[in-house]
């Protein structure tokens, strides 16, 4: 895979000395973390690596017990006046297990939410939106190949569909910054790769930090791939290096892993390595 990184780099994500812990347990500690505009990464590793917590600090989700973290060169946890929150909502995109759709509302509505940020507070309260936008949001539907279920309720929506309308989304939202974390969970191998695909392709440019469990998505999704142990980064490589041996590190300091998915997993992501080789 070529990587997309725009000639003048810009930092994204830094993140130096930040320590996050609960009940006095320390759940992540990153000594240095640096991301460039238009990188796009793959975070990996065990059940209860630290991941998802990793993601919610970088949405401002939670706050570091310690240590300083800068995203699009801001703090996300200080200051959220509703300026701030407006620039949040436009210019980091999540897409969280298709859990940031609003379930009531049909496919296209959720799709012309991703332009809230660009459109004046009145119409957002009436989702008033206006016709170049719903055209946009039907153009980012039939994109992912769901137009024909643009006035479906997503929660009538299949967990494959409900992630393409979340991609969809971020088609109109067009964010500087892209957090999806397991975004092909429960998916089929096909649903999956073509999840991948549609995600790299909505990023265009932007930077993507997506968790993924299956390694054999990582030629697909990502230049870089962070792996992450009991909180810590164990390596942080470019994809082509990411080799069974440092895989197999770390998944199997967990032993809470079953060694035979493991297994699965690891032959799948050489066999995949192998074709794109091929191709
Ligand atoms: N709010 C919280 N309170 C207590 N413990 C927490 C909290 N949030 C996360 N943890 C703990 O932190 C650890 C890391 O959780 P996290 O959800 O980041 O893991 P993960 O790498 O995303 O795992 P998975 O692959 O299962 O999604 C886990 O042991 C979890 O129980
Ligand atoms: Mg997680």
């Known amino acids: 895979m070529t990587s997309v990184k725009p000639p003048t780099l810009s930092r994204v994500i830094e993140l130096q000395d930040v320590l996050w812990s609960v ?50 060169e801001r ?53 008033l939106f206006p016709y170049d936008i719903t055209k946009q949001a039907c153009e980012a539907l039939q994109g992912v190949g769901l137009l024909g279920h643009k006035d479906t309720r997503v929660d009538r929506l299949s967990g494959g569909e409900r992630q393409k309308v979340a991609i969809a989304r971020l088609l109109l939202q067009q964010p500087k910054l892209i957090l999806a974390d397991e975004p092909t969970a429960a998916l089929d191998p096909a649903a999956a790769a073509e999840v991948c695909r549609l995600l790299v392709q909505a990023a265009r440019g932007a930077t993507l930090l997506t968790v993924v469990h299956n390694t054999s998505l990582l030629p697909l999704i990502a230049d870089r791939v962070i792996g992450l142990r009991q909180g810590r980064v164990a390596f942080d490589l470019p994809v082509g290096d990411v080799d069974d041996r440092a895989l197999l590190a770390l998944y199997q300091a967990d032993t809470s892993r079953p060694s035979d998915q493991f297994q699965v997993a690891l032959t799948a992501f050489s066999e995949t390595r192998t074709q794109e080789t091929a191709e």
Do not use: M, Y
């Open 75 to 127: 703090s996300p946890f200080r200051s959220l006046s509703g300026r701030e929150r407006r620039f949040w909502r436009h210019e980091v995109g999540q897409v969280f297990q298709g859990l940031h759709l609003v379930s009531r509302l049909s496919a296209l509505d959720n799709v012309c939410i991703g332009a809230l940020g660009r459109l004046s507070g009145w119409r957002t309260w009436f989702r």
């Open 23 to 72: 009940h006095g347990r320390t759940v992540l500690e990153i000594g240095a973390l640096k991301v460039s505009a238009g990188e796009r990464i793959a975070l990996v590793g065990p059940n209860g690596a630290g991941k998802s917590t990793l993601l919610r600090l970088l949405a401002g989700a939670i706050v570091p017990t310690h240590g300083s973290l800068s995203v699009l």
